[in-house]
């Protein structure tokens, strides 16, 4: 089963994240840059979920994960006063993103 990462610093986003895809994946959650970083670079992982505001200009750090493993699919989730970055972001190597109020079969076929 494929590992997502889930980065967030609101519990309930990353709660709700997870419920919305724990029947089809391996999840693993975080809450700091760090952490994220830790885990990436010990587990294989196929996709992160990464909520935009876990920083105020997450491009830096989405650049670092894609020029380290360059594998990893990124796809963020924003809300709608973050649409401009988010569109930054897949400039910097996401692959999509999402906005909250999320679906759940959006959420999935975000992360295929």
């Given at each position: 089963m494929?590992k997502?990462l889930?980065?967030?610093?609101q519990?309930?986003?990353?709660e709700?994240?997870?419920?919305a895809?724990?029947?089809d994946?391996?999840?693993i959650?975080?809450?700091?840059e760090?952490?994220?970083l830790?885990?990436?670079?010990?587990?294989d992982i196929?996709v992160?979920?990464l909520?935009?505001?876990i920083?105020?200009?997450?491009?830096?750090?989405?650049?670092k994960?894609k020029?380290?493993?360059?594998?990893i699919?990124?796809?963020l989730?924003?809300?709608?006063?973050?649409?401009?970055?988010?569109?930054?972001?897949i400039?910097a190597?996401?692959?999509?993103?999402?906005?909250k109020?999320?679906?759940s079969d959006?959420?999935?076929?975000?992360?295929?």
């Open positions: 494929s997502i889930i980065c967030s610093q519990e309930p986003l990353r709700s994240l997870a419920l895809i724990r029947d994946y391996d999840l959650s975080c809450d700091t760090e952490m994220c830790e885990v990436v670079s010990k587990t196929s992160f979920l909520d935009i505001i920083h105020d200009n997450p491009i830096p750090f989405i650049k994960i020029t380290d493993h360059p594998s699919k990124i796809v989730v924003t809300n709608s006063n973050k649409e401009t970055l988010a569109e930054d972001a400039k190597g996401a692959s999509r993103y999402i906005m109020p999320f679906k959006e959420l999935l076929a975000a992360c295929k």
